[in-house]
């Protein structure tokens, strides 16, 4: 069965609670769940990972490399606008990935509209709260089911 690792960045710990008029109030917990019954309806193991530690996701991208992983579906948060080592990480890996993002980037700060990641992404999701992760996953099983009817 196809693998998707879904990683989630720093702060997204607190979803639900945090400035809901912004996040929602769907929980991390509760977008984790739905995307495990999304994937078993799909066909394909979904594996997700939260950290509030730019090393912590950088390793576990590395860790991607020999687990099967064949499509990353990433809400980078933060680190969106920081960081290129988690870019470069992703490079490295080598598999396609999805960016997600719960708010509209580009109606907010100035600073949030500028992502290390898009032109790396297959597709970049934003603005449709939760839902942007159910989408993006739903892509990247159809980008994986296209690949092994090649």
């Known amino acids: 069965m196809p693998q998707i690792l879904v990683l989630h960045g720093p702060n997204l710990n607190l979803l639900g609670t945090r400035e809901p008029d912004i996040y929602g ?27 509030n530690h730019e ?8 860790a991607a490399r020999d687990d099967g992983t064949g499509f990353v579906v990433i809400n980078p948060a933060a680190y969106t606008h920081t960081s290129v ?7 490295a890996l080598g598999r396609p990935f999805v960016e ?19 032109d790396l992404a297959e597709a970049v999701i934003s603005g449709c709260g939760a839902a942007g992760y159910r989408y993006a996953l739903s892509f990247a099983a159809e980008k994986l089911a296209q690949e092994t009817r090649i």
């Open 25 to 51: 109030r769907t929980t991390l917990a509760d977008i984790d769940r739905g995307l495990h019954e999304l994937g078993a309806e799909l066909g394909v193991d979904v594996v997700c990972f939260q950290s």
């Open 100 to 118: 997600v993002h719960l708010s509209n980037v580009h109606r907010r700060e100035a600073f949030r509209q500028h992502s290390y990641f898009s």
């Open 55 to 62: 090393g912590e996701l950088i390793e576990r991208v590395h």
């Open 85 to 91: 080592a988690l870019r470069d990480a992703l490079a």
